[in-house]
């Protein structure tokens, strides 16, 4: 079965960075749609960025447009998400997800992934 762990969260002054990383294994990394989650208490579960690892392609919620950065390095079976520019509204457990069925465009319209790891606790202070 596929396994992912999300790590890399912490506490961060506003306007500060982090970089999150998720692992992902149990299966080659050939071509999935890595998403990235997050959700505060009370909220609902909120997709910010997508990448499918076999090309490259990515997305962006508004809310993380031009300030969080996803990437994957193949070989490390590994997806970043380079968060820049924090806002204390940023405060969330974040979580990484893979669908393995279809391309980027279905899980951010459709939502469904296939599976989930364990959450890092991003806060952001001000």
């Known amino acids: 079965d596929v396994q992912l762990q999300a790590s890399g969260g912490g506490l961060v002054q506003a306007g500060g960075s982090l970089r999150l990383s998720c692992a992902v294994s149990g299966a080659p990394f050939n071509d999935y749609a890595i998403g990235w989650f997050r959700q505060a208490p009370g909220k609902e579960r909120e997709a910010i960025s997508f990448i499918q690892t076999i090309n490259g392609s990515k997305y962006y919620a508004d809310s993380v447009k031009g300030r969080f950065t996803i990437s994957r390095d193949n070989a490390k079976n590994t997806v970043y998400l380079q968060m820049n520019s924090l806002k204390p509204e940023d405060t969330a457990v974040y979580y990484c997800?893979?669908?393995?069925?279809?391309?980027?465009?279905?899980?951010?319209?459709?939502?469904?992934?296939?599976?989930w790891g364990k959450g890092t606790q991003v806060t952001v202070s001000s």
């Open positions: 997800a893979a669908g393995s069925n279809y391309g980027l465009g279905h899980y951010i319209e459709r939502g469904g992934m296939d599976y």
